[in-house]
Structure formats: C-alpha cells, structure tokens
C-alpha cells in the first residue's frame, strides 16, 4: 500500500514532468558523472569555447569532455593526497599560462572573458593541471633517477633539448669581508618576515642593494644557467611564489623568490657539429667486429689503438656541410656510440664511429637542464599510465 505523503509526492512528481515528457535541461544539468562528480553543460560549453580559443586542433567537442573528465580525475586524487594549491601558487600559475603567450594573467582573463569565456574556466583548468603536477612529483619523482651515461647520450645525440627559463625577484645584502655573517642574520631575519606574509617586493625595495631594488627585485626571464651554480641549485627547488633560503655569491648574499618557470627549446645559432672517430682496420671480415666488441665510445678507441701507428685513428669535429660525402652518408645512420663498416680506403676497412653530433659545445644544454628534461620525460610518460588507471577504475556515466 502506497502511504498518502509518498502518494502526494508522486502526483507531485507526474503533473511537474507532464507524463513522461522530457524535462529542459539548464545551463548547469549534469551531462557527465565522473564517480561522484558532474560535469555540467555550462562547464562543457566552456571549455569547447576556451579550447577554441587556444586555436586547439582536432575535435574540440571530443577533447573538452576528455579533459574535463581528466580534470575531475586529478582532482579527486588531489583530494585522496591532500594536494591543494594556495592562492600565490595558482597566481603564479595562471600568470605562467597568459605568459606563453606574451599576457599577464589579468590581460589573458580580460582577453577571454571578452570572448565569453569566464575566469573560472581559466583558473579552474590551471589548477588541474598544478595539483597534477605536485601529485605526479609527489608519488614518482623519488623513484626516478638519471644516470651519467645518460646525459651523456642525450649531449652526445645532438636532439633538440628544452632549456628552462626561470622569472626571479631578488633581494641582495651586501657581504664583504667580515660583514658575510651580520649579512646571512639580516637574511635570516627577512625570511622571517616573508613567512608572516611581508610582501616580498616591499621588502626588496627596503633593503637590497641591487639595482632591481626599485622595482621590487623583479628580474627579467633568464636562462637558469646564467645563474651562478649556488644561486641555480636554490632556484631549481623552488616552485613559483616559493622563497630560497640565503645564497652566499662572492661578496653578497641574496635572497630569491621564483615568480615564473618555463621551458624552451634550445634553437642552435651556429651550424651542427660533428665529432667523429676513423680507426682503419684489415679488412678481412672479423677485425671490425672485434672491434665493435671492446668500444661502447669513441674514447674506448684510444685503448684499441694504443701502440698503432698514429694514422690509423683519426678523431675530429667538423661542420655537418664539411664532411665528406661518403663519411655524412654513413654518419646520417647513426647515433652516438653506434659505428658503421661501410667505408673502404686504401686496402683498410674504415672503423667509423660517431662521437658526438649537435649544436657547438658552447651552445649546449648544461647538464642539469638536461637531467630536469630527462626527469620531466620519465615523470610524464608515468603521470599518463597514471592518469589511464584512473580513468579505468572511474564510474563515467551520461545521466
């Protein structure tokens, strides 16, 4: 027997929808739940715009909803980690994001709102992507670890690596001679005041020494390696909005707050160049490929060829247009450490093995620039299978 108040509530339900007829959907009706979570038509309809926008290639409907879904997955795992971002880091954020394309946050939000897009689209897909990346650092980042001979592959192949560009503001205390220690208690006492909320620029233009001290210690965008090592390993812990402790340079102390971080490719302004071995063996079919067996580099060549006459290795550098014709066809194949047997000269088989080939050594990526590079691969490629598990586990429905 149906209870008069469930009765009433039914006839409620029945004259409110007419029968069966479909009921209009608003703005903000779920067309999406992610477990627990909706994803509304006004969010969707946001996101197609903002993606539009952007000039994003492909099936801007099919991408919106991917990502919005993404979204909501990587917030639900910031949610199980505890991961949140505070207002300066989604500042600094969003102020990355608009600076991609030459804007300040508040000229890139003005730009889109006049587009129809509000600026909770913006900060709200800024956000995902921050909490992902604290997450995916949190939970891979120690289990990753970069060898030597690894940097040393990526150097010696040449590829096209991406060199990160850091937005700093500095406070700068002068420390010469016996003035260091009474400068690192000054620097001491400014950090003190910065985690009680002093404005930093405010206290730069207080108390720095440094010409920037005008304009609240902001620097321009710079390579991190223009900075000296101390000042680039202080730096490189930081995450935007976040303050290093005192850097001792020479006779100066400073003081550094990471506003903004980017990473480019690093664009050679000079031709390739080609660092190369010849090691001339007989050619009767087996020298070469005992060779092949002792040398994992050119250097191990050396070793075989100890007590040689001297012409019989050859190692040098040259513009990738300089070399001959023969020599450029054969290297083309290879990459670092690899050797090719293709080449005859003179009765001798030709031992040719690739050094090295890119941009002039001056021009080069430093080390830990490509050491981050290799890292931000590894946590990439993790953060994805990551994300594919998720989704995998997820409830995704159309209500």
Do not use: H
Not at 164 to 172: A, G, N, P, T, W
């Amino acid at each position: 027997m149906v209870r008069p108040v469930n009765r009433l509530m039914a006839l409620a339900v029945v004259a409110l929808v007419g029968f069966g007829a479909p009921v209009a959907a608003g703005p903000f009706s779920p067309i999406k739940i992610v477990n627990d979570q909706a994803i509304t038509q006004f969010e969707f309809d946001q996101r197609v715009l903002f993606m539009t926008l952007l000039r994003q290639p492909g099936d801007l409907q099919k991408a919106a909803m991917d990502t919005l879904i993404d979204d909501r997955l990587r917030m639900s795992a910031a949610k199980q980690f505890g991961v949140k971002m505070s207002p300066e880091q989604l500042k600094a954020g969003m102020d990355e994001f608009a600076s991609r394309a030459n804007l300040t946050a508040e000229k890139f939000v003005e730009i889109i709102g006049q587009n129809g897009v509000q600026p909770e689209t913006f900060r709200d897909f800024v956000e995902s992507g921050l909490v992902w990346r604290e997450i995916v650092r949190g939970k891979f980042a120690a289990g990753v670890s970069i060898s030597e001979t690894q940097i040393d592959r990526a150097l010696a192949n040449g590829r096209p690596m991406a060199a990160l560009q850091v937005k700093l503001s500095e406070i700068v205390i002068s420390a010469k001679g016996a003035g260091r220690d009474a400068a690192l208690q000054r620097a001491d006492k400014l950090r003190l005041q910065l985690r009680g909320g002093v404005d930093f620029a405010t206290l730069a233009r207080q108390n720095s020494s440094a010409a920037s001290a005008g304009r609240g210690g902001a620097l321009d965008w710079m390579l991190l390696t223009e900075l000296k090592p101390d000042a680039a390993k202080a730096v490189r812990a930081l995450a935007p909005g976040q303050v290093s402790a005192p850097v001792v340079l020479d006779d100066q102390v400073v003081i550094y707050q990471l506003q903004e971080q980017k990473q480019e490719m690093v664009q050679p302004s000079g031709a390739i160049v080609v660092d190369y071995a010849t090691f001339l063996v007989p050619d009767d079919g087996v020298s070469a490929a005992k060779v092949r067996g002792q040398v994992d580099s050119c250097n191990d060549l050396y070793a075989v060829a100890k007590g040689l006459p001297a012409e019989r290795l050859t190692r040098q550098t040259v513009a990738q247009n300089q070399l001959p014709k023969d020599v450029a066809g054969a290297l083309s194949l290879l990459d670092a450490g690899e050797s090719s047997t293709a080449i005859t000269r003179g009765g001798w088989r030709v031992f040719l093995m690739l050094c090295r080939r890119g941009p002039p050594e001056t021009e080069q990526p430093s080390r830990d620039e490509v050491r981050l590079q290799l890292t931000n691969q590894i946590l990439g490629a993790q953060a994805d299978i990551y994300l594919e598990e998720l989704r995998t586990e997820a409830m995704i429905r159309t209500p």
